[in-house]
């Protein structure tokens, strides 16, 4: 199956919402600017929290299809946080979401990471991602992988498959990452410690695993 779908900034003009996510307020100018004729300005979607709260739903119209760019920078917990927040969005509201992700990651770290969260193939395929290093010339001709391609080849890493994390083992995951003790996120997630520990390990050890992946000097700087 071919990865590489015919899905480049140009096509994307048809949206009456734009919104992004990110933590880093050079990257929301920046999309900002690719819009900047457009009649309505992009929306800022902070990844801070890892749900969509109820004032961010309203932002969102009732129908119609929507245009999501995420870029995907900082600590892992960061970035972690901000993919659980774009399949939140994607997941809970009513709107159909066409979602680009600009990361230092490749798109295979990508698709493992949103699989678990996003579980229906439908709306995986429409989520998109492309090279973080592209200047904003080159997104507009770049065309964009479609996420749903790579997980019907299947998440491989020197021809062994992966396991995907769990739901409970991201969410552990993103505490450690934080810096959260076990006894903080054990009462958060209403978890006994003993469990939040397994969580940890798996969560902890396939992500360290996916280092591996990595051949971008700030993406590997992000599990620092």
């Known amino acids: 199956m071919n990865m590489i779908c015919n899905s480049s900034l140009p096509s994307i003009k048809k949206y009456n919402h734009y919104y992004i996510i990110s933590c880093c307020s050079y990257a929301c100018e920046g999309a900002t600017a690719l819009f900047m004729h457009e009649s309505e ?8 929290q890892e749900y969509l709260s109820g004032d961010e739903l309203l932002l969102f119209p009732e129908s119609g299809e929507v245009c999501i760019f995420v870029y995907l ?60 290093n592209l200047s904003c010339e080159q997104l507009l001709s770049q065309d964009f992988i479609r996420v749903e391609s790579i997980l019907s080849e299947g998440i491989k890493y020197k021809n062994r498959k992966i396991k995907r994390l769990s739901l409970r083992e991201l969410a552990v995951a993103i505490r450690y990452f934080r810096g959260e003790t076990v006894k903080n996120f054990s009462q958060t997630l209403g978890l006994p410690a003993k469990s939040v520990y397994v969580y940890r390990r798996n969560g902890v050890a396939k992500l360290t695993a996916l280092k591996q992946w990595l051949n971008n000097e700030r993406a590997k700087q992000s599990f620092k």
């Open 41 to 48: 300005a992009p929306k800022r979607i902070s990844c801070d």
């Open 73 to 132: 920078n900082g600590n892992i917990d960061t970035i972690l946080s901000a993919l659980k927040k774009t399949a939140s969005i994607i997941c809970n509201t009513k709107c159909s979401s066409s979602v680009y992700i600009i990361s230092d990651f490749p798109p295979a770290w990508v698709s493992f990471i949103l699989s678990p969260l996003i579980n229906n193939e439908t709306l995986l395929s429409k989520v998109f991602c492309t090279d973080a």
